[in-house]
């Protein structure tokens, strides 16, 4: 787990967890992840995996290139924000 970006609107988390295959034996042990974006004003969350986690990565890896500011990358994550159903909770 590693806190990707943490503003005042939202929190990107990405998650990796090795999946105990190794393929062959030169090669590292596959890894499985994906990225949970909270919205914390709307008290909400989405865990995003696969393709979708793959596109939003690009995303950010483009929008990095030009230095953005906080309200750019806010307004980035904030496209994801109408995915969310999961109520953020406190455990």
């Not at 596959?30 to 793959?54: N, S």
């Not at 980035?76 to 909770?89: E, F, I």
């Amino acid at each position: 787990m590693q806190m990707l970006y943490n503003s005042a609107n939202f929190a990107v988390v990405q998650f990796e967890v090795a999946t105990g295959e190794t393929g062959r034996a030169d090669t590292p042990p596959l890894t499985r992840g994906g990225y949970e974006i909270v919205d914390k004003f709307a008290r909400k969350e989405i865990f995003i995996e696969g393709a979708l986690a793959a596109s939003f990565r690009e995303g950010v890896d483009a929008l990095i290139e030009t230095s953005p500011s906080e309200e750019e990358i806010d307004a980035y994550v904030g496209r994801y924000a109408a995915l969310m159903q999961q109520p953020l909770t406190l455990h």
